[in-house]
């Protein structure tokens, strides 16, 4: 059986067919054509799975969001505080200059703030120590251990010199 050449009735050219049958010079026309052919139909196909899926999707596309969200958060904080490991002397030394450049304005913004906020500062004060109270009371006396001989020998020291100074009061007024 010999074969003639046919036309492809996608792409209009020439080609020998294995079989009778065969209609497309090559499976890309076929697709083409199936996909021409079904072009509304497809689309009406795929109109209705999302219509029907729209729920779905949005939840899908939202924790998608989500996760990408967290994990460029992540990789945000992981750079900074890299990048603050790095540079930590660097910024504790810029830090320090700042502040003792700008004593005083710092100063007075923050007794600003206290005056204005002097209330509310007090309720949440005393909110946190009602919070925090047996946390607070330990970490007091934690610290008062680790520092006992410090803070007594500064006790010691202030005693000796009231008492010196009243001393010398006493001995002025015998005079
Ligand atoms: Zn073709």
């Known amino acids: 059986m010999t074969l003639i050449a046919k036309i492809c009735i996608t792409c209009g050219n020439n080609f020998i067919p294995n079989t009778g049958k065969q209609r497309y010079c090559n499976p890309k026309c076929r697709n083409r054509h199936y996909y021409k052919e079904n072009n509304e139909k497809i689309r009406e196909s795929r109109r209705n799975f999302y219509a029907k899926n729209r729920e779905r999707m949005r939840i899908y596309n939202n924790a998608i969001y989500k996760i990408r ?10 750079s900074s505080k890299r990048y603050y490991e790095k540079n930590k002397e660097k910024l504790a030394k810029k830090h320090k200059e700042y502040r003792a450049a700008n004593k005083e304005k710092l100063q ?17 004060n005393r909110n946190y120590y009602d919070a925090n109270k047996e946390k607070l009371l330990e970490k007091s006396n934690k610290y008062y251990e680790t520092n006992k001989e410090e803070i007594l020998g500064k006790k010691k020291l202030q005693y000796k010199k009231s008492k010196e100074k009243l001393l010398e009061s006493q001995l002025k007024k015998e005079k």
């Open 108 to 124: 007075d913004y923050s007794k600003k703030y206290y005056e204005e906020n002097k209330d509310k500062i007090k309720v949440s």
């Open 69 to 78: 969200y967290r994990e460029t958060k992540r990789d945000h904080t992981e």
